[in-house]
T-cell receptor
Framework: GAVVSQHPSWVICKSGTSVKIECRSL??????MFWYRQFPKQSLMLMAT?????????EQGVEKDKFLINHASLTLSTLTVTSAHPEDSSFYIC???????????FGPGTRLTVT | RKEVEQDPGPFNVPEGATVAFNCTYS??????FFWYRQDCRKEPKLLMS???SGNEDGRFTAQLNRASQYISLLIRDSKLSDSATYLC???????????FGTGTRLTIIP
């Protein structure tokens, strides 16, 4: 149990285009999902907290108009990187917290490369 | 000062040896503590939670020292499969808004 999926697992896009990443909790409901970004040899950095049915809470320094988050249901949150640039190339990982527990379950990550 | 600090390593340890990692955190109000393991180009996976009384899971032992604000992880009888990056993770009550350390890279040598 407690499986989180992400789609796509990797994507290459051209500079200026937008990319949508999906995060799904497959066998549990998640009121809260988190979006992280990890650059090579660095730690996971929390980008935003996504709550079902409400606006996401962004961490300091993360542009909310560039990284659009939608958490429309208890099993799905999406992150859209708008007008992507090469510096947005990173490993994006989501996690989900079960409505009945505390543990964060991580998705397998999405590797984004912007050319 | 970083919120969570770890020695990045790398630690190169022979198979069968015992290895220990420490981690310090700056927020004294932190209530939840974890060790995660991350393999190359993969997502982090929870290794174990850390409690004030200390806890053990097989070859792994975790300790928390609130007074000194550090967390430790001990791996006994290390296996080749233990090679990974070990992330010290700290958070408020529950499991929200976790702060990750940069990780300690461990390589077990045959």
């Amino acid at each position: 149990g407690a499986v989180v999926s992400q789609h796509p697992s990797w994507v290459i896009c051209k500079s200026g285009t937008s990319v949508k990443i999906e995060c799904r909790s497959l066998d549990f409901q998640a009121t809260t999902m988190f979006w992280y970004r990890q650059f090579p040899k660095q730690s996971l950095m929390l980008m935003a907290t996504s709550n079902e049915g409400s606006k996401a809470t962004y961490e300091q320094g993360v542009e909310k108009d560039k990284f659009l988050i939608n958490h429309a249901s208890l099993t799905l949150s999406t992150l859209t990187v708008t007008s992507a640039h090469p510096e947005d190339s990173s490993f994006y990982i989501c996690s989900a917290v079960s409505t009945s527990g505390y543990e964060q379950y991580f998705g397998p990550g999405t590797r984004l490369t912007v050319t | 000062r970083k919120e969570v600090e770890q020695d990045p390593g790398p630690f190169n340890v022979p198979e069968g040896a015992t290895v220990a990692f420490n981690c310090t955190y700056s927020n004294s109000a932190s209530q939840s503590f974890f060790w995660y393991r991350q393999d190359c180009r993969k997502e982090p996976k929870l290794l174990m939670s850390v409690y004030s009384s200390g806890n053990e899971d097989g070859r792994f032992t975790a300790q928390l020292n609130r007074a000194s604000q550090y967390i430790s992880l001990l791996i006994r009888d290390s296996k080749l499969s233990d090679s990974a990056t070990y992330l010290c993770v700290v958070g408020p009550f529950g499991n929200e808004k976790l702060t990750f350390g940069t990780g300690t890279r461990l390589t077990i040598i045959p």
